[in-house]
């Protein structure tokens, strides 16, 4: 092998590749080894340059790139005018024992009786344009009558503005596709879960990504208009969801989008009155989604029948990293948070029918970016966090009957 690449980025994925084009290279990732060995390429010998392994010609007018980062390996193949091949063949050569192998959405998947493995994510293109498309080529999963491995083929459209650069991924399943933290997490109707947005070594994501609990899988969806993390997602009754503020380059946004699961695709929606991160969004029973403080008092009300947004009566105390918690009663319970002295005891009511905040029981212990959990009691759940000078382990349940909190462990 000339050259092995990974894990990376947190996630478990290893690359080799071998000396020359036409042997078979090796993807590693959640217990899975695939090898594919390319057909019909030359027998060009590798390049190693800045960390990525390169096969000069390894078509007709066409180079082959290989780089694992992320969490993900690459072979970006560099088509330089329209003589360059529009199909790719590629021949399984080894599979893990038990290994399935399906094309689904656009994918070729690679997974054990768990559902973990790795797999080559839909391939996307990028023309002398500039232009980035999706349907401009397809995987194809030969099937061997035989009981041989199958082959796969990667088709390319005509048409195209030359140069091109395709890029097929290989990353694993079970996991994320790329690292994040500072992220949203939103429960769809379908079942499925959308991730957006975060931060990665420190950098803002636009990048989205589906959970399917079905194949406990992973897929890439459409990606958000502007990177984002510390902002809210909230899920509104029309399936869509609100994805509002946050961060980007350490500036708080006034932005906001929708995504709608039935294109995979983001949208821009009216934008907040005031940029803020580190606020709660909760969904009323009046479908209209409530925003409150991140850096400051304010509050906000998103209608989603027209897409825009209205100022509310603003908090008693600014706050950020608080929680906010949609009572029985309708009313929102918010506690806790970080002021501007540190971390916060005061909790508050917002009560819809009037647009006010009233001050409520406090919390026995201040503290900040912890959990707020509506129990079937109706009492709230107040646990961990950050408090004072250190993490917590303490918890307190919160009695909307008699409006104060109590401790509990």
Known sequence: MARRQGPSGGTELAGFYPKRYGEAFVVE?????????????????ARIDNGQVIYREAYPETDSVHVVSAG??????FLQNECAPREFAYELSELSAGTRVKLVNGEVRFTNDAGHGVKIEAPWLIEATGEQR?????WELEQSKSGALPRLRLVVAEGLSYPVLIDPSWVTTGRLGTTR???????LPSGKVLVAGGEHNGSSLSSAELYDPATGSWSRTGRLGTA???HTATLLPSGKALVAGGELNFSSLSS???YDP??????????LGTARSSHTATLLPSGKVLVAGGEGSSAELYDPATGSWSSTGGLGTARSFHTATLLPSGKVLVAGGEGSSGSLNS??????????WSSTGRLDTARSSHTATLLPSGKVLVAGGFGSSDFLSRAELYDPATRRVEQHR
Do not use: I, K
């Not at 990732?29 to 010998?45: I, K, L, S, Y």
């Not at 993900?72 to 193949?77: A, D, I, V, Y």
């Not at 933290?181 to 429960?187: C, E, M, R």
């Open 262 to 271: 039935a294109t995979g695709s983001w949208s821009s929606t009216g934008g």
């Open 228 to 230: 984002r993390s510390f």
């Open 256 to 258: 906001a989008e929708l």
């Open 134 to 138: 999706t349907g401009a080529m397809r």
């Open 181 to 187: 933290q500072f992220h949203t997490a939103t429960l």
């Open 347 to 356: 909790a508050e009511l917002y009560d819809p029918a009037t647009g006010s």
């Open 72 to 77: 993900r390996s690459e072979e970006f193949l």
């Open 29 to 45: 990732g959640e217990g899975v080894r695939v090898a594919v060995r390319p057909v019909g390429g030359t027998d060009v010998t």
